[in-house]
């Protein structure tokens, strides 16, 4: 029983790292473009300015996705009984 909630606690902890991380990621991702916008004549050039915000546009929409599967599994760890969230976890 000890074994379960040290593996939870360490799940947990895991969870909220990968949140900073990604998270701090999509937000230096962000400065780039700005700043790449800013330095366009001199240091980028247009091409490289909109491929940054093709990026940082995908890593913004799969943050919010990283996060809710990281719950959903958070969640998932428990004893599931219920047929259809099995079929659900059983997809994953």
Known sequence: MTFDKDQRAVLVIHVIGSFMAF???VVYTWLHVILSFITRPQ???LLVCWIRT??????TIMFPLHLSF???HLF???R?????????LDLL
């Open 23 to 25: 998270g701090l990621i």
């Open 43 to 45: 240091l980028s050039s």
């Open 54 to 59: 093709v990026l940082a546009f995908i890593a």
């Open 70 to 72: 990281s719950v959903f």
């Open 76 to 78: 998932s760890q428990r």
């Open 80 to 88: 599931i009984s219920d047929p259809v969230c099995r079929f659900l």
